[in-house]
T-cell receptor, first 111, second 113 residues
Framework: RKEVEQDPGPFNVPEGATVAFNCTYSNSASQSFFWYRQDCRKEPKLLMSVYSSGNEDGRFTAQLNRASQYISLLIRDSKLSDSATYLC????????????FGQGTELSVKP | NAGVTQTPKFQVLKTGQSMTLQCAQDMNHNSMYWYRQDPGMGLRLIYYSASEGTTDKGEVPNGYNVSRLNKREFSLRLESAAPSQTSVYFCASPGTSGSFEQFFGPGTRLTVL
């Protein structure tokens, strides 16, 4: 089992749609969780951290379920500019700052 | 304040050639990381440095060496490049001291023929 697994892509959605990405992780000692966005041929950029209470940033909502070791990202009213690959990222628990990356889910928002 | 910088942006090598990828951060952080990213795969950790003067292997260290020259710089060296090392290489450093999120340099696209 991969340490961090994401929905296989690609997701092709029309503008204005709501899209949800799912991610599971295997290390129960993990403490920190993130969603990164990566545009084609660019570096990954932090989209948002994920907290146990859930958190929202504009059209983006992240949820964490520690019991199920599950993370989600919801994008509402999707825009053309949301087209990118979304990476689920988890820290390696008792190994400090080391991060494990999911393989990414590609999103394509069409007019 | 550039964050994390990497050089070069692109490089083409022949099998057996050597090269060093440079990374620098101006955030005064202790930790620095080198990753590689291949199509269809997540980023994989090659080496990391928790502080100046220390380095440790990550998930895929074979074929690479690193040097933490000072707090600011962390270089990755390929002594004898192989086609399997064709990849995009990213250097990263934490966002704030003690935090787990990482910020990435723009990457080096390396092709080994």
């Amino acid at each position: 089992r991969k340490e961090v697994e994401q929905d296989p892509g690609p997701f092709n959605v029309p503008e204005g749609a709501t899209v949800a990405f799912n991610c599971t992780y295997s290390n129960s000692a993990s403490q920190s969780f993130f969603w990164y966005r990566q545009d084609c041929r660019k570096e990954p950029k932090l989209l948002m951290s994920v907290y146990s209470s859930g958190n929202e940033d504009g059209r983006f909502t992240a949820q964490l379920n520690r019991a199920s070791q599950y993370i989600s990202l919801l994008i509402r009213d999707s825009k053309l500019s949301d087209s990118a690959t979304y990476l689920c990222v988890v820290n390696m628990g008792n190994q400090g700052g080391k991060l494990i990356f999911g393989q990414g889910t590609e999103l394509s928002v069409k007019p | 304040n550039a964050g994390v910088t990497q050089t070069p942006k692109f490089q083409v090598l022949k099998t057996g050639q050597s090269m060093t990828l440079q990374c620098a951060q101006d955030m005064n952080h202790n930790s620095m990381y080198w990753y590689r990213q291949d199509p269809g795969m997540g980023l994989r950790l090659i080496y990391y440095s928790a502080s100046e003067g220390t380095t440790d292997k990550g998930e895929v260290p074979n074929g690479y060496n690193v040097s933490r020259l000072n707090k600011r710089e962390f270089s990755l060296r390929l002594e004898s490049a192989a086609p399997s090392q064709t990849s995009v290489y990213f250097c990263a450093s934490p966002g704030t001291s003690g935090s787990f999120e990482q910020f990435f340099g723009p990457g080096t696209r390396l092709t080994v023929l």
